[in-house]
DNA sequence: CCTCATCATCGAATCGATTCGAAAGGTAAA
DNA sequence: TTTACCTTTCGAATCGATTCGATGATGAGG
C-alpha cells in the first residue's frame, strides 16, 4: 500500500541498494543518479519505513522521556521542561516518546528491550530512585534530570540547589536582613528526603546562621489554607520578620497574597526572595525577586546528552548547572532599627 | 545482542511461529507448550522488537500528539493534556509520540507516512488549521481537539464553549447582576479568530443583553499591567459592574489581585466567575466559582476515539462535551439597590 | 597494449518478527 | 479398519529496509 524503496528504485531505474545509499550517503553516488534517485523520492513522496529501518540499522531515531507518575497531572513546572526537550529533540533530528510508570517501571522496560527507543531521559531523579537501578542494568544510553544517590554509573544532569538557597539568603543578608523565614515545598516532599529540596533548604539556613541571622523554616503544600499557616507560623516563630525565601512555585502567589491580607506590605515590611522558573517570577501580581531555575537549559543539556551517547560519544558523568539570581520588584533594604513592628 | 524469538523458541524447545503465536494468541496452542513458552519469555526477559513486529502487522502502538508551536512553551493549561493523555494512552496499551511543528508541518507527515505512529491527534485545532488538510490528505487514523472549519473529513472533539459562556452568564443573572464584564483572551487570540474564544464571549455577552443586562468585554494578555488595564477599563465602561467573567487562566489571579488593590471586595462588592480547568480555581487565594472546562476528559475521549479507528471501528465525527459550573466562594447575590457603589 | 586502482552500481543475504499452508497426531464417526 | 476432522505444531515465505561482497566501467601508469 505505502511507497517502498521498492517502488522509488524501479521509478528511478536503478537497484534498491542505490536507493538506500542515496539516503544514507555511505557509498560514493555519482550525481546524476543521485538526482533521478532525489527527484523519484519527491514525486512519490517516500518516506523510509521506521520500523524496517530500525530493524537492521539498530536505531530509530526516537528517545523517550520518563516522567515520574507520582508527581501527577498537576505540577505546573512540568511543562517548561517537555516543550524544552521536546524542541531540543526535534533541533537534533529525535523524535520524543513520552512515557510514566503506570505499575512500577514496566514502560520503560518494554521500550527499552523492544528497542523502540535509542535512549532514555529520566525525569525528576530521587535519591534511591528504583528506575535508575532497572535503567542501568539495561545498558542503554540514559540521562537522569536530577541527583541519584546510587552506583548506577548514568551521567546525570541537575542545577546547584544548595547554591541557589545561598544566593537567596545572601541577597537578603545584604539588604541587611537578619530575620528570615523560609517556605520550602510539602511536607511529603521533605518526609521523601527529596535531595534538592533538603539542600537548598540547610544552605539557605546554614548561610543565614553563619551570618549570625536568625531564620526559621516550614514546609507549605499549595493550598491557601496551608500557605496562611505556614506564613503565620513562620512570623510567630521569628519576632520582627523582615525577609522571607520561597522555594515552591505553586505557593508564592498565595504568600504574598497572604501578607498583603495581614497588611504587610512588600517590599517595605517584607522582602520576598523565591526560588521558580523566571517567567513564573515575572508573572506575579508584584514581580518578584527570584533565583530562577534554569529549566530549559537542563532539558537541552540533558537532551544534547543523551544524543552524544546514542552516538558513540562520551559525556561527562555530572553536570550542575549554576541558578542566578535576578532582582526585581519584592525585594528592598532592610527597614531602618532592626524589627520595624 | 538482544534477546530475540529464535532465542526463546530454542530455550522452549519450540519453532519460532509456536512463541509468535503463544505471544498473540491468534492460533490455540497447547496449556503446557503455552507455559513451557511463557517462562522462556519471562527467563530471558524477552520483548519483542518493535520495528519488526510493526513490518509485518502494520501497527507499532504508538500514537502521536501534535502540539501546535505558536502556543509556546509558557502555556500552563497544556500539561493536563498531557498528562491525561498520556495516561489514557497507556491504560490502553499505547506509547505516546509528542510531536511539534518547527517547519511547516513536517514532523506530522515524517512520522506518518514513515508509519512510526499508527494514529495522530492534533490538539488545538483552529479555524483553517493547515496541519487538518495534511492530516485529512495522509490517510491516517486521526483525532482533532478542537473544531476545525473546513472539510477534511476528520472526526473532532471539543467542549461546548458557547455553553461555557453562557453558564456564567446565567449564573450572575441568577444572582441579580445586571452589570458585568468580561475579560477575554489575549488580544491575538481574538485577532486570529479562534473559534472557542469568539464563540463564549458571544454567548455571554449575548445571553446578558437578552436579559437586559449592561454587559462590555475587553482581551487580556497575562500581564500584571495589562490585566489592571482590562480591570480598570471595564470598570470604567460599565458604571456599577458587580460582576465579572474571567475566560483567561493566566490573568486570572491577576484580576483578584487588581480588584483587591482598587479596594473591591470579592464576593460583596463583585462577583467573579471563571472559565477554567476545575483544579486552578479551587487554588486561587479565594476558591473561585467556575465552569470547569473537561480538559482531562476531552482528552481521554480523543485516545479512546483514535484507539477505535486504529482497531477499524467507525467513531462519531464530532463529540462535544458539556462543561459544568461549580459555584464556589467568589459569587454572591447582586449588592441590594442596583449599583452599590 | 596490459595491468591495477578507483568509482559507481547491483544482487543477495540479513535483521526480527508475523502469518499462511501444510504436516503430524489424536479422536470420533461410519 | 477406514475416513473425516480437529488440534497443535512446524517450515518457509514475507514485510521494507540496510549492508557486504562482487562486478563492470573508467582512467592512470608502465
Redesign the interface.
Known amino acids: 500500500m505505502?511507497?517502498t524503496i521498492a517502488d522509488v528504485a524501479k521509478h528511478a531505474g536503478v537497484s534498491r541498494s542505490t536507493v538506500s545509499y542515496v539516503l544514507s550517503g555511505t557509498r560514493s553516488i555519482s550525481a546524476q543518479t543521485r538526482q533521478r534517485v532525489e527527484a523519484a523520492i519527491e514525486e512519490l513522496?517516500?518516506?523510509?519505513?521506521?520500523?524496517?529501518?530500525?530493524?537492521r540499522s539498530g536505531r530509530?531515531g526516537?528517545i523517550a522521556m520518563a516522567?515520574p507518575m507520582v508527581y501527577?497531572?498537576?505540577?505546573?513546572v512540568?511543562?517548561?521542561y517537555?516543550?524544552?526537550t521536546?524542541?531540543a529533540a526535534?533541533?537534533l533530528g529525535l523524535?520524543?516518546?513520552?512515557?510514566?510508570d503506570?505499575d512500577g517501571e514496566t514502560?520503560i522496560?518494554?521500550?527499552v528491550?523492544?528497542?523502540?527507543v535509542d535512549g532514555v531521559m529520566l525525569m525528576e531523579v530521587q535519591r534511591n530512585d528504583p528506575r535508575v537501578a532497572l535503567l542501568g542494568s539495561l545498558k542503554c544510553p540514559a540521562v537522569l534530570v536530577g541527583t541519584p544517590d546510587d552506583s548506577a554509573r548514568l551521567p546525570y544532569v541537575d542545577f546547584d540547589a544548595a547554591l541557589a538557597g545561598r544566593l537567596c539568603a545572601e541577597h537578603l543578608l545584604d539588604l541587611g536582613h537578619k530575620r528570615v523565614g523560609y517556605v520550602g515545598q510539602s511536607p511529603a516532599t521533605f518526609r521523601r528526603d527529596v535531595a534538592y529540596a533538603v539542600h537548598a533548604r540547610d544552605a539557605a539556613l546554614g548561610t543565614l546562621r553563619k551570618a549570625r541571622a536568625q531564620a526559621a523554616w516550614t514546609p507549605c503544600d499549595?493550598?491557601?489554607a496551608d500557605v496562611a499557616r505556614a506564613v503565620d507560623g513562620l512570623l510567630a516563630k521569628v519576632h520582627g520578620l523582615t525577609g522571607l525565601i520561597v522555594y515552591n512555585e505553586?505557593a508564592l502567589?498565595?504568600v504574598l497574597?497572604?501578607l498583603?491580607g495581614l497588611g504587610l506590605r512588600v517590599p517595605q515590611d517584607v522582602s520576598v526572595v523565591a526560588v521558580c522558573p523566571d517567567?513564573e517570577a515575572e508573572?506575579?501580581?508584584?514581580?518578584t525577586t527570584a533565583v530562577a531555575l534554569p529549566v530549559?537549559e537542563l532539558a537541552r543539556t540533558a537532551v544534547r546528552l543523551l544524543a552524544g551517547q546514542v552516538n558513540g560519544e562520551s559525556v561527562p558523568s555530572v553536570t550542575i548547572l549554576a541558578p542566578t539570581l535576578k532582582v526585581r520588584d519584592t525585594t528592598a533594604p532592610a527597614p531602618a532599627g532592626g524589627s520595624g513592628r
Not at 508573572?283 to 514581580?287: L, N
Open positions: 505505502a511507497v513522496q517516500f518516506r523510509p519505513h521506521a520500523g524496517a529501518r530500525s530493524i530509530n526516537v516522567l501527577g497531572p498537576h505540577n505546573q512540568q511543562m517548561p517537555v516543550w524544552a521536546l524542541t526535534q533541533d523524535k520524543l516518546l513520552m512515557l510514566t503506570d514502560a522496560r518494554d521500550t528491550v523492544g528497542s523502540q499549595g493550598q491557601a505553586r502567589p498565595l497574597d497572604r498583603a517567567d508573572r506575579q501580581p508584584v514581580p530549559e
